[in-house]
C-alpha cells in the first residue's frame, strides 16, 4: 500500500515509471512491472491506491464459533500444541495459529533459564 501511494506521489509530480522505479528501488524494493502497471491505472483515472473486491473462497475456519472453541481449549490447558488444537476442530494449524494470535491477541511468552550456581554443598 506505501508503495502505490509513493508511485501515485510520483505520477502526480509528472515523473517517468522508469525514474519512479529508479528512485523507489535504492528505498524498498519494488517491482519495474508493478510501478508501470501503477501508472497505466493513474493514467486510466484510477485515484484509489487500495486493492479492489476480488471473488475468492471467504474464510471459513476463522468463524466466531471456532474462536470461542479455541480459546476455551487454550483456556482448559495452554499446554495444547496448535496440531492437537487443529486436530480437535477439525481445522488448519494456520487456522488456529491466526485466531491464537490475530483474533485472541495471544503471544509466546520468553522464559529465560538461569543456571544454577555451584556451591561447595551442591558438589
Known amino acids: 500500500m506505501e508503495q502505490r501511494v509513493n508511485i501515485k506521489f510520483c505520477f502526480k509530480l509528472d515523473r517517468t515509471a522508469t525514474e519512479t522505479?529508479?528512485?523507489?528501488?535504492?528505498v524498498d524494493a519494488v517491482s519495474k512491472k508493478c510501478v508501470f502497471e501503477w501508472f497505466k491505472r493513474f493514467r486510466d483515472g484510477k485515484e484509489d491506491v487500495k486493492?479492489?473486491?476480488?471473488?475468492?473462497?471467504?474464510?471459513?475456519s476463522t468463524t466466531p464459533d471456532n474462536i470461542e472453541r479455541v480459546r476455551r481449549m487454550h483456556a482448559d490447558d495452554r499446554r495444547l500444541s496448535l496440531r492437537m488444537i487443529?486436530?480437535?476442530?477439525k481445522i488448519s494449524r494456520d487456522s488456529v495459529s491466526n485466531i491464537i494470535h490475530e483474533?485472541?491477541?495471544?503471544?509466546?511468552?520468553k522464559v529465560y533459564a538461569f543456571p544454577t550456581l555451584l556451591r561447595s554443598s551442591n558438589v
Open 103 to 109: 483474533h485472541l491477541k495471544k503471544r509466546k511468552k
Open 21 to 26: 522505479h529508479e528512485m523507489l528501488v535504492n
Open 51 to 60: 486493492d479492489e473486491p476480488r471473488s475468492g473462497r471467504p474464510p471459513t
Open 86 to 89: 487443529a486436530e480437535e476442530l
